[in-house]
């Protein structure tokens, strides 16, 4: 049963350039969210798909961006990239509808910005 | 805002001994869940704790939920090297959005 996988695990971009990642959510899961993890901070909601559609979205700008495809796995796009969006990313799935709550997390992607 | 804040920020104890550690937080919630990280790497759920429960236990954990308090404690025994990582709590009120605290590092020195 393949888990929650992430690539690429490691990247690095300058300002200003526009990053893509990816998620395959853990198999039988329809939910993907995406948080945002500082060093040294804990996990930051950035948002959240189900049924291809964005559902719920956290506090950060619209230079993040999401979709969901019709296998269930997503992509998070980041724009004009800046140095403070370096961070680990890290992706949950999780199963709509099955109100345990319980994430399944990727091993995330380690982003650097220069 | 929601968000959990653990304490102690870090932890160091011997093999064996046992850990707590403490989540507290500002709204109400539906549930609380306690995640594991080793550096680095992605969360690993070790507990869930509904609003309507006070103590749950799983293996050597074992979680406590005050809502009257709004604080949460995860208890580790018997301590193990294995057990050296960073612990979050993580509350919910609808489940599309988990509020993380800033964790607790725990150190078990063989």
């Known amino acids: 049963d393949a888990g929650v996988t992430q690539s690429p695990t490691h990247l690095i971009k300058t300002r200003g350039q526009q990053v893509t990642l990816r998620c395959s959510p853990k198999s039988g899961h329809d939910t993907v969210s995406w948080y945002q993890q500082a060093l040294g901070q804990g996990p930051q909601f950035i948002f959240q798909y189900y049924e291809e559609e964005e559902r719920q979205r956290g506090n950060f700008p619209d230079r993040f961006s999401g979709h969901q495809f019709p296998n269930y796995s997503s992509e998070l796009n980041v724009n004009a990239l800046l140095l403070g969006d370096s961070a680990l990313y890290l992706c949950a799935s999780s199963l709509a509808g099955l109100n345990t709550g319980e994430l399944f997390f990727g091993e995330g992607s380690r982003l650097t910005v220069l | 805002s929601q968000q959990g804040e653990e304490d102690p920020q870090a932890l160091s104890i011997q093999e064996g001994e046992n850990a707590t550690m403490n989540c507290s937080y500002k709204?109400?919630?539906?549930?609380l869940q306690w995640y594991r990280q080793n550096s680095g790497r992605g969360l690993v759920h070790l507990i869930l704790i509904r609003s309507n429960e006070r103590e749950k236990h799983s293996g050597r954990l074992r979680v406590t939920l005050d809502t009257s308090k709004k604080s949460s404690s995860l208890l580790i025994t018997a301590s193990r090297a294995a057990d050296t990582a960073s612990y979050f709590c993580a509350t919910a009120r609808l489940s599309a959005q988990f509020y993380f605290g800033t964790g607790t590092s725990l150190t078990v020195i063989p």
């Open positions: 709204t109400s919630i539906n549930n």
